[in-house]
């Protein structure tokens, strides 16, 4: 039983942290009890909250640099994240009409090359593109001609030893430069992937009923193992200590989110790198059932249980047939 493999069964810590979409996840997902439609965790305060706060489909950010992107490209970023919010811990899709109007401002960030563009001006965003390109399948859109068109672009973006980097960073511009260009910058794709960025894409492909079997994720997803605990080759987000910060929901690659998306493209626990991650995240774990890990965007008072969640799905995923 996948609760074996840790140190300390975490159950009773998630069930009792007074969250109740925590409580409802550990039942359906870990427990496998039955529980109401997902729809009841809707009218929760928390998502409530949100959904008052937005705008005409998408959500305000709060601030910014307008020397660094417009108010639009902000909000891009700001709807991203509230979507985020609410499909990751609310279990929101496409029938409520909150995301559907999110869904559609987000596809009018969409090019007509199929990338998502706005939030590194006007670059290509492989990162962002990917992420929201997560979101909206998870929402209930991965049939959407849209979202063909996204994976078409990605794929036909990759460096050349299959994995993917942010084109002016494989040209040594720095992002403040890059966001000055009126055009988007081409890749050289003699340079190497970004595991930062490959792992970030990966996940829209993981999280795809079709593109998870994609032959080109899967060698991607070998060189997402191949650097597990190692430094980026490129300086954002480089240092080693990248792989242990973690938030939910899921934003930066790390070996969470890895493990996450490794598995639904078909790894197993018998990958070496798979069995070192799994083993590694073992030893983080604490007498609380929780795991000793830095959390990143702590807006959420519940964050560490949300990661706990994340990791034992994880666990139970990989496990899952012993």
Not at 224 to 244: A, H, P, T, V
Not at 262 to 267: C, D, I, M, S, T
């Amino acid at each position: 039983m996948w609760l074996d493999k840790l140190k300390f069964n975490p159950l009773n810590t998630l069930l009792d942290c007074s969250n109740p979409a925590i409580e409802y996840f550990t039942r359906r997902d870990l427990l496998e009890e039955k529980v109401a439609e997902v729809n009841s965790l809707w009218e929760l305060p928390t998502p409530r909250k949100i959904i008052r706060k937005q705008d005409d489909g998408f959500w305000i950010y709060p601030g910014g640099n307008p020397k660094l992107r417009s108010a639009e490209d902000y909000n891009q970023l700001e709807t991203f994240r509230q979507l985020g919010e609410l499909v990751e811990k609310y279990g929101f899709n496409k029938n409520h009409p909150s995301i559907e109007k999110a869904a559609e401002f987000l596809f009018k960030c969409q090019t007509s090359e199929g990338d998502f563009r706005g939030i590194y001006g006007k670059q290509y965003a492989p990162t962002y593109s990917s992420a929201i390109m997560e979101l909206l399948i998870k929402s209930g859109y991965h049939n959407d001609p849209r979202i063909e068109k996204g994976f078409h672009w990605l794929l036909s973006h990759r460096q050349n030893d299959g994995g993917w980097a942010i084109p002016f960073r494989t040209l040594k511009i720095n992002y403040t430069d890059s966001l000055k260009l009126p055009q988007p910058l081409q890749s050289d794709p003699s340079k190497p992937f970004s595991h930062l960025i490959t792992g970030m894409v990966l996940r829209a492909f993981a999280a795809h009923p079709d593109y998870h079997q994609s032959p080109d994720a899967h060698s991607a997803g070998k060189l997402l193992m191949s650097r597990f605990f190692q430094r980026d080759k490129y300086n954002d987000r480089q240092d080693k200590k990248y792989w242990e910060s973690v938030s939910f929901p899921f934003w930066f690659t790390n070996i969470v989110t890895s493990l996450d998306s490794l598995y639904f493209l078909g790894f197993k626990k018998e990958e070496p790198q798979i069995k070192l991650a799994l083993d590694w995240l073992v030893q983080q774990q604490n007498e609380e059932g929780t795991f000793n890990l830095k959390l990143l965007m702590i807006r959420d008072k519940d964050l560490i249980y949300w990661v706990t969640l994340a990791i034992c799905r994880i666990f139970k995923r990989y496990y899952n047939n012993e």
